[in-house]
Nanobody, 122 residues
Framework: QVQVVESGGGLVQAGDSLRLSCAASGRTFSVGVMGWFRQGPVQEREFVAARTRSRSVTRYADSVKGRFTISGDNAKNTVYLQMNSLKSEDTAVYYC???????????????WGQGTQVTVSS
């Protein structure tokens, strides 16, 4: 099993930046991709960004391209989400996810964190 734990959420103002972290533990040698999802107060959970461990291939949702950057430290089994130019519509619970597949398009994400709240005030 793999456990993932998010950190770094908080309350910021529009235009500010915030960095989320996600640390994986357990059978981390099996993890091929890690990513971020979010769920707003009235929205369904949506994909934000993903990064493969082997080649650092990345994928982003159109809504965050140019503002968010996903990166990782394989030695620490950690992935980061740098969020710049935050908007009120970025307010959501952000979830980290991991999967054993080695693609930014996994069919299913096997491992999920509990989420961290990001609130952007306008």
């Amino acid at each position: 099993q793999v456990q993932v734990v998010e950190s770094g959420g908080g309350l910021v103002q529009a235009g500010d930046s915030l960095r989320l972290s996600c640390a994986a533990s357990g059978r981390t040698f099996s993890v091929g991709v890690m990513g971020w999802f979010r769920q707003g107060p009235v929205q369904e959970r949506e994909f934000v960004a993903a990064r493969t461990r082997s080649r650092s291939v990345t994928r982003y949702a159109d809504s965050v391209k140019g503002r968010f950057t996903i990166s990782g430290d394989n030695a620490k089994n950690t992935v980061y989400l740098q969020m710049n130019s935050l908007k009120s519509e970025d307010t959501a619970v952000y979830y980290c996810a991991a999967d054993d597949s080695n693609t930014v398009w996994p069919r299913n994400w096997d491992y999920w964190g509990q989420g961290t709240q990001v609130t952007v005030s306008s």
